[in-house]
């Protein structure tokens, strides 16, 4: 509507304007409407054109995200705010990065359901109340329309991917005489090889994570026993004799496509043997395979030998038939022999860079996978002590940073976490700003998924609390959380260990506060880390102040005893350090409440801790909390019992009574002399 509106009368208003259009001189000059000449291919003299001639202007074509993508350039990130995907409910807010990783899994749960509605019931969503209405958000008509055995119905259930149904009917015109053309019966293996002859639920679809990764990785997590199987091989989706091998061996008729579609489909689900078995025989039969099959032969090279110089072998032995077969290598090629050279030691370290060189002789652009498989080759494949220098991440960074990525390999989204990781092992705080510049470069970010954010940000974090100056991490970490990632236990340690070196631990209550909202005020060993620091020395008042609040908050946790809430045991250390916060603060019967805990959960006060608690005690004028801690050391037995009376009658202005009460109390020394007596 606005184009026709533009299309009826702005062109003449412009004419019109034009002709009144006068230069400063008081000449009218003739304009007109027309693009550059670069656009149009030609200039157009003035003088040629006459006042009533237009020059339309080449037509633009947009981007149909144009104007959204305009629109989100104008608005910045809320540092205070929750990812977009939880505004839907604000009860759903995650306060941590396990709540927020649960709740995006109850989403995308959510999201399964309702597609499993759609798919199973479509005949109780007829109606279409949207305007305008969106098909692609519309149940699909899975029911197949044409009924009979004939190989047209065969091909409807294998386009609507119902794999029991497909094989069946199969099954049936074999039976029934009728031939199956070589054509539908490779889609058949197609959609059986791709589902590994299971039912094409949308929960099967998803292929697990690959199980088995190189040496020294995550070493705290190979503590289990290595598993001598690859990935889907602990799953029964490739059966002996299943029916895509049945089918196959049925065929009366096979060519190329048949043997790389099973090959293809035994190295997805875990059966690497069979698949190179498979391999051979297309040899023998003098087919050629494809592209996609030679990367999935070169992926399945670890799972077929064991040492290191085998592996590589085999893989040249594919490379070699690639020549012979003439099949042009494609970047999955280069990023498959890149991802085996990672499981090869020290051969992979000599000649990952031969084969990158190799791919750009080719002319093929690296992708993130490739630089993340060098990265793993040349740092994640060795012990932290052995990295070396960062010539090769140096390198790397310097070439990613020129360019902005699309998604080509599914390990693409592997790359910034891992690099991430490679700056903190190298403790490098210049190449994780590097790094961080080229993820906010154009659409890189969106490699990270709300899965892996987190996991890259708590990286950064970490290392600038290691690396950088105090008031850049809290400037970072004001900025960060909870728009960019949730601090882990972990995070906040580091935290707190930058702000103990920097002697800024008056950041401490802010810190706290955040450890509250992050549900981390019951973790024993964060807790007594917040209480050794508060504790250590002795700070100004308001100070103290604002430590014995948070002291008070870390008792008040302690004593919670909710039904679903295991009850924190009070450690020796802990204790005394609340005690001491207490205490500095000047308030006395908190701090005295606590020190009658000592005595029931066995556990000693350290001298530091008497000593505090009296001059608490003599700051409030309070003898008798004085005299009650004397008896209270004598009940323990402590060898302080007599230097602790006598600092109470030195110091504190006592009644007959009290004196009485004081000199009644008798330490282990006095008793053990009476008995001798």
């Not at 003088?47 to 305009?70: F, G």
């Not at 490779?186 to 990764?213: H, I, Q, R, T």
């Not at 005295?592 to 000693?604: A, D, G, K, S, V």
Request: net charge negative; hydrophobic share 35%; glycine share 4%.
């Amino acid at each position: 509507m606005a184009a026709r509106r533009l299309g009826g009368s702005s062109w003449q208003q412009v004419v019109s304007l034009s002709r009144r259009c006068c230069v400063p001189g008081g000449r009218r000059e003739r304009y007109r409407c027309s693009s550059s000449s670069t656009a149009l291919g030609k200039t157009v003299d003035s003088s040629e054109v006459t006042p009533e001639e237009i020059v339309l202007p080449r037509k633009k074509t947009w981007d149909k995200l144009a104007v959204l993508q305009t629109l989100a350039s104008t608005v910045k990130r809320d540092p205070t705010a929750a990812h977009y995907m939880f505004y839907d409910d604000p009860y759903l807010m995650p306060r941590n990065a396990a709540t927020s990783r649960l709740f995006a899994l109850s989403k995308e749960s959510g999201r399964n359901a309702a597609k499993y509605i759609f798919t199973n019931f479509p005949q109780y969503f007829d109606k279409t109340f949207a305007e305008p209405n969106v098909p692609c958000l519309m149940p699909e008509d899975l029911t197949p329309q044409i009924e009979g055995l004939s190989e047209e119905a065969l091909k409807e259930r294998i386009h609507l991917r119902r794999v029991k149904d497909s094989v069946n009917l199969f099954d049936q015109l074999v039976q029934a005489g009728t031939p199956v053309s070589l054509e539908t019966t490779n889609s058949l293996l197609d959609l059986l090889c791709f589902y590994g002859d299971a039912e094409s639920a949308p929960e099967k679809e998803e292929e697990g994570k690959e199980d088995l990764e190189e040496a020294g990785v995550n070493a705290s997590e190979q503590a289990a026993p290595k598993r001598q199987f690859q990935k889907g091989s602990f799953s029964p989706r490739w059966r002996d004799n299943n029916n895509a091998e049945r089918i196959f061996k049925t065929m009366p008729e096979r060519n190329a496509h048949s043997y790389c579609t099973m090959i293809r489909g035994m190295v997805k689900h875990g059966v690497s043997a069979k698949a190179y078995d498979m391999y051979i025989d297309l040899l023998n039969e003098r087919h050629k395979a494809d592209v996609h099959t030679f990367n999935a032969l070169i992926t399945a090279v670890p799972y077929l030998k064991e040492k290191f110089v085998e592996r590589w072998e085999l893989a040249k032995v594919f490379l070699n038939h690639m020549v012979e077969q003439q099949v042009q290598p494609n970047l999955l090629t280069f990023n498959a022999l890149l991802k085996t050279l990672r499981r090869c030691g020290g051969i992979g370290r000599s000649m990952a860079l031969l084969v990158f060189k190799e791919m750009e002789a080719l002319g093929i652009e690296p992708s993130l996978a490739t630089y993340d498989h060098l990265l793993s080759i040349f740092y994640r494949a060795v012990s932290p002590t052995d990295l070396g220098s960062s010539g090769i991440i140096s390198e790397v960074l310097g070439d990613i940073e020129k360019r902005s990525f699309t998604p080509q390999d599914p390990d693409d989204a592997n790359f910034f976490v891992n690099a991430m990781q490679v700056c903190c092992d190298l403790k490098d705080i210049k190449l994780a700003y590097q790094l961080n510049k080229v993820m906010e470069k154009g659409d890189n970010w969106k490699f990270l998924a709300v899965d892996r954010l987190n996991g890259y940000w708590s990286k950064f974090f970490s290392l600038l609390c290691m690396m950088e100056q105090i008031d850049v991490v809290l400037k970072w970490y004001k900025a960060m959380p909870p728009s960019l990632f949730y601090p882990t236990p972990k995070n906040i340690m580091d935290l707190l260990q930058a702000l103990d070196a920097a002697n800024h631990l008056e950041e401490i209550p802010s810190v706290w506060e955040d450890v509250k909202q992050l549900g981390f005020n019951r973790r024993q060993e964060l807790l007594e880390e917040l209480l050794s620091l508060m504790s250590r020395e002795q700070h100004p008042e308001e100070i103290q102040l604002a430590f014995a609040k948070c002291a008070e908050d870390i008792k008040a946790a302690h004593e919670q005893t909710g039904r679903e809430q295991i009850p924190l045991e009070w450690t020796g250390s802990a204790l005394g350090s609340v005690v001491l916060l207490f205490s500095r603060a000047g308030r006395t019967q908190d701090a005295w409440n606590l020190m009658e805990l000592f005595q029931q959960i066995n556990r000693i006060p350290t001298d530091q801790v008497m000593d505090e608690f009296l001059n608490c005690a003599k700051r409030t004028s309070s003898p008798d909390e004085a005299i009650k801690l004397v008896k209270l050391a004598a009940s323990l037995g402590l060898p302080s019992v007599q230097r602790l009376k006598n600092r109470t009658q030195e110091e504190f202005e006592l009644s007959e009574q009290q004196k009485q009460t004081l000199e009644s109390v008798k330490s282990d020394g006095d008793s053990s002399d009476s008995d001798s007596d």
